[in-house]
Nanobody, 115 residues
Framework: QVQLVESGGGLVQAGGSLRLSCAASGSISRVSFMGWYRQAPGKQRETVAGITVDGTTNYKEAVKGRFTISRDNAKNTVYLQMNSLKPEDTAVYYC?????????WGKGTQVTVSS
């Protein structure tokens, strides 16, 4: 089992920055992928960014150049640095991890960007 706990969400003005953190615990020795999804009110959950165990990253087109995903393997933590935030980035952000083809999810952290 993998447990994920997100932190770092909050309220920020457009153009501001936030850094989300996701701490993984439990049996995590075979986690191959970690990432961030988001879900805005009335919309489906969508991928934001992901990072593999070897550091390969991918991003949703709309956040490229503004968001950066990184991981600290020693701390079993993945980060999402979000800069130049826009009101359309407002959503609940969820951390996910994949191990042995099974996906695990955190409970989410709210990010609200005011215009």
């Amino acid at each position: 089992q993998v447990q994920l706990v997100e932190s770092g969400g909050g309220l920020v003005q457009a153009g501001g920055s936030l850094r989300l953190s996701c701490a993984a615990s439990g049996s995590i020795s075979r986690v191959s992928f970690m990432g961030w999804y988001r879900q805005a009110p009335g919309k489906q959950r969508e991928t934001v960014a992901g990072i593999t165990v070897d550091g390969t990253t991918n991003y949703k087109e709309a956040v490229k150049g503004r968001f950066t995903i990184s991981r600290d393997n020693a701390k079993n933590t993945v980060y999402l640095q979000m800069n130049s935030l826009k009101p359309e980035d407002t959503a609940v952000y969820y951390c996910t991890a994949t191990q042995d083809l099974q996906s695990y999810w955190g409970k989410g952290t709210q990010v609200t960007v005011s215009s």
